[in-house]
């Protein structure tokens, strides 16, 4: 694998491993303050406010890598972009302007605290919540386009038809179970950072009830995640490039060719989900009565457990991504002769991950770029730091 790609690989880890943390914020935080106003309770709205900072944090860190990722992509595959940006404008527009609407959501509500009615402050969370499943829509329809191009129109002139795009037999599977994953690890990171301050300090009876009904919902996640990965998995076949280099190394290939093996990727995968799972029944469905969910035994599982779960994100996105390469599309090698001239030629260059802008292989380049990534990676482990381990902050 060339460095280019594990370079847009190192950014686009953490982004979504901070994505998937927001999409879970963005649903619970609103669901909190409006609960804490209907019944007064103070000290569910504080919990919720508390959540929000982190969800700041949390949306700050994704932006800056997913910027940096499309940087990187822009950089150096700009004859890819430019035909991939031009093909798929309409499910990359409606992530872009959830984006817009998310940040300006993520401002409003803030600012709003207190201060707007608590019916404009709903609205806003609505949309808070909204757009965070509305972004993901956008690019897991992008990604099932990259498995396979359904809806790929050429003549008169490159272009895609977007009910064909959201039939794609690869996007609702691979949507559902992104969600699915997302509120998984998410619910399990809010337990965890609860877990974390109960090792130090009695938790109060509202973070109790917020860190037991997260382990809840990260079960539910988990037994929604069975029936969705495979459901992917299935789909795949579609895709039988991709199926290949990951499952052929398990015994199951399919009449297309094998470019690598990621089964051990795969297998990595599964053995984290393992983890969560045996994690979340120790928690919940204590042996002999013992009840070890608000123990100190209890809450180290949890951090594991959410540890396990954030590695599961990344694994399965870069399994995802990696069994498709050297290609931006996975299919690429089996739909490449059936297309008509120039656009076989134009889109079998664009659509290989080998095809790295000459401008950019530069080596003195490639030293400003790792300067470049590493001053990013420290301050964002600065920042990380600040929010969640400095002494005094809570």
Do not use: C
């Amino acid at each position: 694998m060339n460095v280019q790609a594990l370079f847009m690989a190192l950014v686009f880890g953490i982004h979504i491993v901070a994505v998937n943390i927001g999409i879970a914020l963005a649903t619970v935080i609103p669901f909190l303050k409006r609960r804490a106003a209907k019944t007064g309770d103070k000290a569910l709205e504080e919990a919720a406010r508390g959540l929000f900072k982190i969800y700041a944090v949390t949306y700050a860190l994704a932006g800056v890598m997913g910027t940096a990722f499309t940087v990187f992509l822009a950089s150096f595959y700009p004859e890819f972009v430019g035909i991939a940006g031009n093909i798929t404008m309409i499910p990359f527009g409606i992530s872009i302007v959830s984006i817009l609407f998310h940040f300006f959501a993520i401002v409003s509500y803030w600012y709003g605290w207190g201060r707007f009615t608590e019916g404009l402050h709903n609205m806003v969370g609505w949309l808070l919540t909204i757009t965070a499943y509305t972004i993901p829509l956008g690019f897991r329809a992008v990604f099932a386009f990259l498995n396979t191009p359904a809806g790929l129109i050429l003549e008169p002139k490159p272009s895609l038809n977007v009910v064909d795009a959201l039939l794609n037999p690869t996007f609702l599977p691979l949507y559902l179970k992104s969600i699915a994953g997302a509120l998984t690890f998410g619910f399990l990171f809010i337990a965890g950072v609860l877990a974390w301050k109960g090792l130090r300090q009695e938790l109060s009876q509202v973070e109790k009830g917020l860190y037991m009904d997260s382990i809840k919902i990260a079960l539910m996640g988990l037994i929604a995640m069975m029936f969705l990965g495979p459901w992917y998995a299935l789909a795949l076949v579609n895709v039988p490039v991709k199926f290949n280099n990951i499952f052929a190394g398990l015994g199951a290939v399919l009449n297309a060719p094998t470019f690598s093996s990621y089964a051990w990727l795969f297998i990595i995968k599964m053995i984290l989900v393992l983890i969560q799972a045996v994690v979340l029944l120790y928690l919940l469905a204590p042996i002999k009565g013992t009840d070890v969910l608000f123990s100190q035994e209890g809450y180290k599982a949890t951090i594991i457990g959410a540890v396990a779960a954030g590695l599961t994100v990344l694994t399965g996105e870069y399994l995802n991504a990696f069994s498709q390469y050297p290609f931006f599309v996975a299919n690429a090698p089996l739909i490449a002769d059936k297309l008509p001239e120039p656009y076989k030629t134009i889109l079998t260059r664009a659509l290989n991950l080998e095809n790295v802008s000459p401008l950019a292989q530069d080596p003195s380049l490639y030293l400003v770029t790792v300067i470049g990534v590493t001053i990013l990676l420290a301050a964002a482990g600065y920042l990380l730091y600040v929010v969640f381990f400095k002494a005094n902050n809570h």
